[in-house]
Nanobody
Framework: QVQVVESGGGLVQAGGSLRLSCAASGSIFSINTMGWYRQAPGKQRELVAVITAAGSTNYADSVKGRFTISRDNAKNTVYLQMDSLKLEDTAVYYC????????WGQGTQVTVSS
């Protein structure tokens, strides 16, 4: 059993910053890819950023240059630094980890206000 738990969401004004954290724990063999998706009201879930165990990253075009994903392999933790936040970044952010299977967190709300 693997648990994935996000933290760090909240309310922030446009132009501000937030840092999300996501920790995987439990019966972990080895974690390859970790990343973040988000889902805004009435929209489909979309990929935000992904990072492999080797540190290779990929970002959605909408967040490139504003968001930075990083990870601490020793802690099985991934971070998402979100800067220059926009109203359209408002969504529930979901973390995932791939360790033989795909595991999802419960989601954390990020709300950007004007």
């Amino acid at each position: 059993q693997v648990q994935v738990v996000e933290s760090g969401g909240g309310l922030v004004q446009a132009g501000g910053s937030l840092r999300l954290s996501c920790a995987a724990s439990g019966s972990i063999f080895s974690i390859n890819t970790m990343g973040w998706y988000r889902q805004a009201p009435g929209k489909q879930r979309e990929l935000v950023a992904v990072i492999t165990a080797a540190g290779s990253t990929n970002y959605a075009d909408s967040v490139k240059g504003r968001f930075t994903i990083s990870r601490d392999n020793a802690k099985n933790t991934v971070y998402l630094q979100m800067d220059s936040l926009k109203l359209e970044d408002t969504a529930v952010y979901y973390c995932y980890a791939i360790s033989r299977s795909l595991y999802w967190g419960q989601g954390t709300q990020v709300t950007v206000s004007s």
